[in-house]
């Protein structure tokens, strides 16, 4: 089967490509093919079958059409400006989230071939107040483009699902957590940052007070969620195709048990303490559980706790080793 | 103030141009002038102050532009491919639904002076199952590329809103009853059908079960909505803007009693029972009724009964005569 990635150098992007390089196959069958599409060159490390890298964007008049040209069997549409950026730039925003992904989906539609198609969306579909915990029910008021423009493509996502033109999945991430590399200034940052950089022997800086809690899921979950949707029986998901990804509800507090519990005080005392108002604002506004019956109904599997979150970093980033 | 009627040649522009007409003034404000854009030529009746009518529709370059040049305080957006003809033509739906909404959109914020803009949704945003009474905060999950489209112009308006651009407000009408005009071949089209025709001395058939319920608002009532969301505090309706109105949730024996009562069983003797199968599917996926709590706090007024709809439609289309 052939296989397009759609933001294929991105993180997530990244770390499926390498478990599709891993496998060989997907859903049972052998991969014949991998095209990795996105604004930088993306790469793929030991790759068993051909592996094709496009550069581009959806936005480019044409490129849809090229990547769709070979008629890939699965494309993961993982591509997007993320959420500070979108807030940023109104316009670039929704011409990538929104025009681009509308692109994506005419092209599928006029290649005529009918694959399946999982969408990336995200929880910040959501806009508070929301109650303690979201279900699968409650309806999508983005307090942000972003999220507008992810809650078009899941109505979008839908639509062309219910016509036949393809076979749509459209998965809401939690917050990905550990998030490897660099400590970085989105708002989000720190729930990664107080993990990942203790571990490594670097202090981080806790802005909100330990009792905000929040939704998570590693890196490995958001593969996992990614390879069941583009396998999943689309007659048991019905016409309703954009799911709440299972994930591990934690405060801050249980967080730095759970480090505390893997990696112990010595590592936790890494952690400083430097409230900062305007992002506990922020965060405030944030989604804290979900209640993702269907998704688990549906197969999808979530981390089992916040301490299996932290030993998937030290395994996958750190070779096993705590600093 | 200036005011524009996007969609002022249909049924419920025209009776929206007619009412403000009669009253020369909208929120306390004296109507200094009117435009109607339709793709055909609108009129209006007795119009105390100017009348424009503009001949195009929104997905024509330039026409949003047009409307806008002269930046008026409130516009009104009733224009769209109903439900039916976006179901047979995908690509007309969206390119007048969902890029004339945005291109109006865009004018208004290119425009720069924030005015109100009233869109006129519709309960299509929802897809079966739902509750027997759908709340303010189910969400949106349409079966129809009309109510796809609807959603979406919801989620831009509340996003263009939150950015400042206008203030606007989506109201999401209740099926209108009792339409005038012909019998029409929509699938709703009985719910007026059986009132109408049989209070003109006409047969009227009737294809569903008498237990089929459904969620109604007069004309009148409509253009109550409409004049209510151009005026409302737009502080107090907050972040969410998109209002499921308040309707009168009757069933097919109740619309008849109440047709009883107040025109006799000689005009109830003109319903005939034709039970069809294809129409009895269609209605068995609408929405029955809805808890519209938050519009009702928000000032909307629904009609008191099923009996006041028919008063309604006695009075304001056959002159207080009945057949």
Redesign the interface.
């Known amino acids: 089967m052939k296989v397009l990635i759609i933001g294929g150098a991105g993180m997530i992007g990244q770390k499926l490509a390498q478990r599709l390089a891993k496998d060989g196959h997907l859903g049972g069958k052998p991969i014949d093919s991998l095209v990795l599409s996105d604004v930088v060159e993306a790469r793929c490390r030991d790759c068993p079958f051909p592996m094709v890298a496009k550069v581009g964007d959806l936005s480019q008049p044409g490129h849809a059409e090229e990547l769709v040209a070979d008629r890939p069997d699965v494309i993961f549409h993982l591509a997007a400006i993320v959420s500070g950026e979108a807030e940023q730039e109104?316009d670039k925003g929704y011409r990538v989230n929104v025009d681009g992904t509308r692109a994506l989906f005419e092209a599928v539609r006029k290649a005529g071939h009918k694959p399946r198609l999982v969408f990336t969306s995200s929880i910040a579909v959501f806009?508070a107040p929301f109650p303690e915990v979201i279900g699968?029910?409650?309806?999508?008021?983005?307090?942000t483009?972003y999220g507008?423009q992810k809650?078009?493509g899941e109505?979008?996502l839908?639509?062309y699902t219910?016509?036949g033109f393809f076979d749509g999945i459209g998965i809401r991430l939690p917050t990905i957590c550990v998030r490897p590399g660099k400590p970085n200034k989105a708002a989000s940052g720190f729930f990664s940052n107080i993990i990942r950089e203790p571990l490594a022997g670097e202090e981080a800086v806790l802005p909100v007070s330990e009792d905000v809690r929040h939704w998570h899921a590693s890196p490995r979950a958001a593969v996992g969620f990614l390879l069941h949707a583009a396998t999943i029986d689309g007659a048991a998901v019905g016409?309703?195709r954009n799911l709440t990804m299972p994930g591990v509800s934690v405060t801050v507090a249980e967080q730095i048990e759970a480090l505390r519990k893997v990696a112990g005080d010595k590592v936790v005392a890494r952690i400083r303490r430097e409230p900062d108002p305007t992002i506990m604002q922020i965060v405030a506004g944030w989604p804290r559980n979900f209640d993702a019956s269907r998704a688990i109904s549906l197969g999808f599997k979530a981390d089992s706790s916040f301490e299996e979150i932290i030993r998937i970093h030290i395994e996958d980033e750190l070779g096993g080793k705590i600093a």
Chains 1, 2 share one sequence.
Do not use: Q
Request: glycine share 4%; proline share 9%.
């Open positions: 109104f806009g699968d029910e409650f309806f999508t008021t983005p307090l483009s507008t809650a078009i109505l979008l839908a639509d219910r016509k016409p309703r």
